[in-house]
């Protein structure tokens, strides 16, 4: 099942928002209505000699170059066809009026020069130029130096935003990500090679294939705890003994197969039902190795404690009808509450839960039918003087077999009473634990010990950072950080964002629903916390609304908007002393 429904989730909308609020309601009927948001590629640009201002010809010269060499970037594309994707195969393209054409999205202060190197180079005041698109909120540079009068001196950083269209077959085929790779590698180039640039970059892609070489590079400590658990079971199942024909090390290998095999049934099962793989969940291994490891040890002792003498098929049953109801019992338990995440309107919890409870509910099977059946054999196998791990071997004397005496847990005589001497532990909590746990200063070392953390909690409660750094998120050999970096550095660990006025269910040719609409996106550009309007139709529709029927703005009446929609022309409108005229 897992190839065949498991998909990968790394995108924090998808994981971090619950998906039944009216956020999330809201953005998919955006979705719905105006297509699926373009992801942006983002490059901080700066200078490679820190406390450098880049508002300097040579640099935005050099930055204009690199922008000019990302527009040439070619990947190969992917499937048999072969073939090369270009950026304007996987860009978000914008229509153009003035050129008549679709150009490739992109947002940085180098649009105060039309990327064009000729009018960089023949700009004299290139700080004035950008302290002027400063104060108009078209720039956003990192680490600006502003006078007291608002007047910007000096900044250390900018921004180059380009965008995918998550639309293109080229997004979900792989073509982006191979274009998306070339990029790096030029930056990388750019890095080593540039004497004056030093370039960070942060995409979604990135994020979610750092997110994949991460979980990657982690299976090997997975590896390793199995191997370490399954030591620690090869001694709880057969005891410290040397003697290889009653030791366990075969038997106890059988935790690590439950494990694999129950990971693979529980996230198929997870994908069968909807619920995609993210980072988190391979940490689920470590809940199912305890889980596994606990339900064969209860297996074990009590089948251990059952007459050696009775046939195995008759000592499997008076045990598993006590064990068996006990991890019955802990396993439902257990999955019931991963289950209950079901309800949580937070998809990473509930894409964690889901597939962890199915893994438990595997474990709780594997146990009853593969476990129990590979304790029936090694059992045959010791009653058959055996040698572990090589069972078709067969000492043949106690000396080749054995260099100490076992040291196992006894069986239980009729009467229920240990017939072999018990193993410290056990003895500590037959003889010793009741005595300690009932005396007076036990039951005041209880309350305080557990008081005290309480109360240390409630103090801290205050202090406690809410949310999800995108540092912790991430590897801490991660390239991503490098931009986390500069994003702490020069804007104070915050990026712009995008923020969608949708007016829903408005007639905007009613000239009162229109001056509505422009009181507040008015409103909207008065706030403090809005850097500039990027895309505003209203703005549009007034200038051709002013210039062509040479009219006072806002209409009075209704408002010819579905005429605009249609126009095609492209005006000059001309202010002087007559009034406004059309050409």
């Known amino acids: 099942l897992i190839p065949a429904f498991l998909t990968f989730e790394a995108d924090p909308v998808a994981l971090y928002i619950p998906q039944r609020s009216a956020l999330a309601q809201q953005r998919r009927y955006i979705e719905r209505t105006f297509g699926i948001w373009d992801e942006p590629g983002i490059l901080v640009v700066k200078h490679k000699t820190p406390g450098t201002s880049i508002m300097q010809p040579d640099f935005l010269l050099a930055a204009m170059d690199l922008h000019e060499r990302v527009q040439r970037v070619v990947a190969p594309a992917p499937g048999a ?15 153009v009026t003035l050129t008549g054409d679709y150009v490739c999205a992109v947002l940085s202060a180098l649009e105060q020069w039309g990327y064009s190197k000729d009018k960089l180079a023949s700009d004299t005041d290139i700080v004035g130029t950008l302290a002027k698109a400063h104060a108009h909120s078209e720039v956003d540079l990192g680490g600006m130096v502003v006078t007291p009068a608002g007047q910007m001196v000096k900044a250390e950083a900018l921004q180059i935003k380009y965008f995918f269209n998550v639309s293109v077959a080229h997004y979900h085929d792989g073509g982006t990500l191979a274009w998306d790779r070339a990029l790096r590698a030029l ?118 404690r059952t007459r050696p003498a009775d046939p195995v098929a008759l000592r499997l049953s008076e045990s598993m009808a006590v064990s068996g109801s006990t991890i019955t019992v802990t396993s439902f338990t257990s999955a019931f509450v991963f289950f209950t995440a079901i309800w949580v309107d937070f998809p990473a919890l509930t894409n964690f839960c889901v597939p962890a409870g199915f893994c438990v509910l595997s474990v709780y099977v594997l146990q009853l039918f593969f476990f129990a059946g590979c304790l029936v054999l090694d059992t045959l196998r010791q009653e058959a003087g055996r040698a572990d791990v090589v069972p078709c071997f067969v000492p043949e004397s106690d000396e080749a077999a054995a260099c100490c005496a076992q040291y196992r847990p006894p069986p239980l005589a009729a009467g229920g009473k240990p017939t072999r001497a018990e193993r410290p532990i056990q003895l500590w909590f037959r003889t010793r634990y009741p005595r300690l746990l009932l005396q007076p200063r036990t039951r005041v070392a209880v309350v305080v010990g557990f008081l005290a953390p309480v109360l240390l909690a409630a103090r801290q409660i205050p202090d406690i950072t809410v949310g999800l750094p995108l540092r912790q998120t991430l590897a801490e050999s991660s390239p991503v950080l490098r931009y986390v970096d500069d994003l702490e550095t020069y804007w104070r660990g915050a990026q712009t964002q995008e923020a969608w006025l949708v007016y829903m269910h408005t007639n905007v040719t009613d000239a009162r629903a229109l001056r509505a609409a422009n009181r507040a996106m008015s409103a909207l550009t008065d706030l403090d916390s809005v850097l500039r309007i990027h895309v505003n139709w209203l703005a549009g529709f007034r200038d051709w609304y002013e210039c062509k029927g040479d009219r006072e703005w806002p209409p009075t009446s209704s408002a010819p908007v579905g005429e605009f929609i249609h126009d095609e022309g492209v005006y000059t409108c001309v202010h002087d002393e007559a009034g406004a005229t059309a050409h």
């Open 81 to 95: 066809g072969g073939g090369e994707l270009a950026m304007a195969d996987v860009c978000a393209r914008r229509f």
């Open 187 to 304: 930056l990388d180039d750019v890095n080593a090679h540039e004497p004056l640039l030093s370039v960070s970059y942060w995409s979604a892609l990135f994020i979610e294939e750092e997110a994949q070489s991460f979980v990657a590079k982690d299976s090997y400590l997975m590896a390793l705890s199995m191997v370490f658990i399954m030591f620690y079971v090869c001694i709880a199942l057969g005891g410290v003994t040397y003697d290889i024909r009653t030791s366990r090390m075969l038997l106890g290998t059988t935790s690590a197969v439950c494990v694999s095999l129950a990971m693979a049934a529980g996230f198929g099962l997870g994908a069968l039902c909807g619920y995609p793989f993210q980072p988190i969940n391979p940490i689920i291994v470590f809940t199912l190795l305890g889980v596994s490891v606990d339900d064969m040890i209860i297996i074990v002792d009590a089948f251990e």
